[in-house]
Structure formats: C-alpha cells, structure tokens
C-alpha cells in the first residue's frame, strides 16, 4: 500500500544548491535550443528578447511590510511556422529582490511559481523562471496541441474554472471548431500533488546528498463546449475532471464520453467539477456575463440551509470598450466560491497543483470584486483599479464536517481580507521604434488584514495588519506573464 504525507512549502519544492545551478544551466540551454530549432526548420520565424523590471516601494501584495521589493527577469520569445506546425514559447528567468522566500497560498491574482531558490549569498534575492512552449498541428478547422503552458476558460478576467493563476503545466489536447457555431475543446494535462509518495521515495530518493522525495502523479481532464445560437448569446459546458495517485486512466484519454459518465465507470472515486457560462451581447463592445460551477448537489436538499449539499460558485461580470471614448475599457466582476469546492475526501483529487487552486485565484471559501476602467489620452494610458479579496480557512476538520453534512458558519473563524485601489499611467516609450516596451507608473493604496494567513493552518501563522501606499514603477518589453500587468494587456 503507498502511503502519502502532505507538505507544506515555504518554497516548492525544495531544491539542494546542486540542483539549482543544474536547474539554471538547464534554462540556458532550452533558450538555445528554442532559438536554434525555430531558426533552423522554421519558414515564418520571430524571435524577440524578453526583458522587464517590476518596482514596488513598500512591497505592494508581494509581502506585508512596508519593505521595498522588486522583480525583474529575461528571456526569449520564440514563434515559428513550418506548414501546418506551429510552435511558440517563452522562456523566462526572473529574480526578486527584498524578498527571502515565494510565499504560498499567497492571494492574488498573479501567477504562481513553481520553486523559488537564493542564488546568491544575500538572502533577499530569490531567483524563480517561467516557461510555456506549446507546439500545435493546424488542420483547418480542428487544432492539435502538446505543450507545457497554462489556460484559462470562460468569460471572465479571472475565470472561475479553469485559470492561469497556477503555473504552467504539461498538457495535451485539441481544439475542434464543429460548425461556425459550435466549438469543443478537450485536453488531458499533469498537475503536481505536493503529496510524497513514500514508497517511491525509499526506493528513489535516496542519494549521497540528502534524501529527494518523489511525489504521487495528479492529472487533470478537460472538456469544454461552445455554442452561440445567436449573435449576441454564447453559452459554455465545461466538465473538469481531478484524479491520481495512480496510472493514466484509458478512459479519461476518450475525448467524447462525457466526464460524469467516465468517473462513474471507476466508481466514482475522482473529484469531478462541472459548470455552465452564458454571455450576453446586447452591443458590438459589450458583454454581460455569468457564470456557475457545480462541486456537489442533492436537489433534495437544496433548500435545507444545515444540510444541503450546495457546494457552488458563481460568478458575474460586465466588460465594455468604447463606451466614453475611443479604445476605453471597463471591467466590473464579482465572484463568489462556497468552501466546500475543490478538496475532496481523497487529497490526491484537490483541485491544486504546487497548492494554487486551478480554478479562480481566491480558491474556496472566498469572495472578491474587480473593479477597472482604462482610458487612453493623448499619448498615455490611465488606469483606475479596484480590488477587494476575502477569504476564511480551509481546514482538515472542515472537510470532515462538509463531508458529514455538519453546518458551517461562513468566515467563522481567521480570515483574510485585502482592499487595493491603484491609479497607474503607461505608454510606449518609443511607439516606432519599440511598439512592444511599456512603461509604467502607479500609485496603491493597500489595506491588508491577517496578512500571512494560511488557510490550511490558519492557527500556525503570525498574522499582521497593514494599511500602506506603494510607489510602482515598472518597465515591460514583450512581458505578458498573467496577473502582472492586466492593466497594460486588457482582455478583449
């Protein structure tokens, strides 16, 4: 029998000092060989530098003290086209300065990064990367895809399903236009459990330096189906599929038999999600939208408020262009999770990877409003944003209860809260010469409570209050890694 153990990660995973300088010389040599593969059998080639820097003078969300901190990175974007292949990717390598370690579970809406490690003797830089290379064969209407890249589904910013809030991972799939109408999109991906497999790591992980741990296998299936009967309305289906700790199952790799049948066919020991989203176009530049997810249900209890199984989410959300002037966007979007969406009974079926939710970045349990209206004038673009998150903890005894149909209070016990109001201006420093080299200047009034609140040990944390402002200046060439500069890069 294999046993498992969770891990908590202060940086995930933890890596030797070997590894790291392995690790890195690794990056090196993806850039060249992606540079070199995209030159060499490539017909339409594009390569283009990656460079950025992220200033923020009391550390915005990225930690609770009123500390600088600083991110800054390089890399290279590649994109090549070879008859009906197709490749692209990013390859990154990043530092932060003022910070001494990634902390996890952080709430925002920023990425994830998979590990964190100081490469040098100051214990306030932490070096990360990112990486995404997706290669796909056209064949007219269906598009074939393997890769190691993120994805996001439905209408929203920050979508409540499927979202980049979670690193990059490996996946495999297709997109298949049906009609001009219909669309349906199915891929099967790996996701990284943070759960040790203790048998493999007796027989793997021993070496002369210190014990590797090896850790059990989660993957994620996903289907999802478009349709607009009319101009103005598109409605989604999505099924989204957790399961692990064991070999790839044949049945999940059958694109067309619907999820909620597959999972009953093992059983039913898999953690299936499934929701629904509906857009509305009442004109050409705006879009009212809606979405719901389903965990759990039991119609009969639907009504019974201390015994029901209502285990939703749900969503809402207006974006418009044009609407005062010329190329101006808006955004307004609530979004609302019960806490008993994502865990399952089985850890191995929760709804994580490197513990950040795959769904929307508050996670369970949760709340949060967006607020943001761009403007362009004369050579600038200003921004206004707002940004209120909640959320309450997510405990091992909360599970048992949710599972037993105990009633549970919401927000009893910690909780976390935080409310951004930010005003950046950008523009293109030479819009000729270098279209794609932004920069930017803001200002951001933050007030955090229970700063460094963990939900899963919400009692082992030394939490903090803070009310501060922050000076943010940041330069972006070619840079697009989501949730850091959305204001720069609106959705359409």
């Not at 003078?57 to 890399?75: F, R």
């Not at 719901?292 to 039991?298: A, C, G, N, T």
């Not at 949760?366 to 405990?395: E, N, W």
Request: glycine share 8%; with cysteine.
């Amino acid at each position: 029998m294999i046993r498992t153990q969770s891990v908590k990660f202060r940086i995930l995973p933890r890596l030797h000092q070997r590894y790291y300088y392995f690790q890195k010389r690794i990056t090196y040599l993806s850039i060249v060989l992606l540079a070199t593969t995209t030159w060499l059998y490539a017909k339409d080639i594009t390569l283009k530098p990656i460079f950025f820097g992220i200033h923020r003078t009391t550390g915005g969300l990225w930690q609770p003290s009123e500390e600088p901190a600083s991110l800054a990175g390089w890399g290279i974007h590649g994109e090549g086209k070879y008859g009906a292949w197709n490749v692209r990717g990013d390859i990154i390598l990043m530092r932060f300065y003022g910070l001494d370690r990634l902390p996890p579970n952080r709430l925002s809406p920023e990425q994830g990064f998979i590990w964190g490690q100081h490469g040098s003797d100051d214990p306030n830089m932490t070096d990360t990367d990112f990486s995404e290379v997706m290669i796909s064969y056209d064949l007219g209407d269906l598009d074939m895809f393997l890769g190691k890249f993120s994805r996001s589904w439905g209408p929203g910013i920050h979508s409540l399903t499927i979202s980049n809030k979670p690193p990059s991972y490996p996946q495999f799939g297709f997109d298949w236009q049906v009609t001009p109408d219909i669309s349906y999109t199915y891929f099967h991906g790996e996701l990284f459990s943070a759960l040790v497999d203790t048998h493999r790591t007796r027989l793997y992980g021993s070496s002369r330096f210190q014990t590797q741990r090896i850790y059990l296998d989660r993957y994620v299936v996903g289907r999802r189906l478009e349709w607009s009967p009319l101009k103005f309305i598109s409605i989604g289906l999505t099924e989204c599929l957790i399961y692990g700790g064991r070999r790839v199952e044949p049945i999940y790799l059958i694109p067309f038999i619907p999820l909620f049948w597959a999972e009953h066919y093992l059983a039913d020991s898999d953690n299936l999600q499934m929701s629904a989203d509906l857009t509305w176009r009442p004109l050409s530049k705006l879009k009212v939208y809606g979405v719901f997810l389903m965990d759990e249900w039991r119609p009969v209890r639907t009504f019974d408020k201390e015994n029901n199984r209502n285990w939703f989410a749900w969503q809402a959300g207006i974006q418009g262009t044009a609407l005062i002037r010329d190329n101006d966007h808006l955004i307004v979007e609530g979004t609302w999770t019960d806490h008993r969406i994502n865990r399952h009974r089985s850890p191995i079926n929760d709804f994580y990877t490197y513990n950040y939710p795959v769904g929307h970045w508050i996670g369970p349990h949760a709340q949060s409003l967006l607020a943001a209206y761009t403007v362009p004038l004369l050579m600038f673009r200003i921004t206004a944003q707002y940004l209120y998150a909640k959320r309450g903890q997510q405990t091992e005894e909360m599970i048992w209860d949710y599972y037993s149909s105990i009633w549970y209070k919401r927000f009893s016990g910690f909780t976390e809260t935080f409310r951004t109001l930010d005003v950046f201006v950008t523009w293109q420093l030479f819009p000729r010469l270098l279209s794609d080299l932004w920069i930017e200047l803001g200002v951001c009034r933050i007030n955090w409570q229970n700063a460094g609140f963990d939900p899963f040990k919400p009692e082992a944390n030394n939490l903090s209050d803070t009310n501060k402002f922050s000076w943010n200046l940041a330069f972006y060439y070619n840079f697009n890694i989501p949730g850091y500069n959305i204001t720069t890069h609106p959705h359409e």
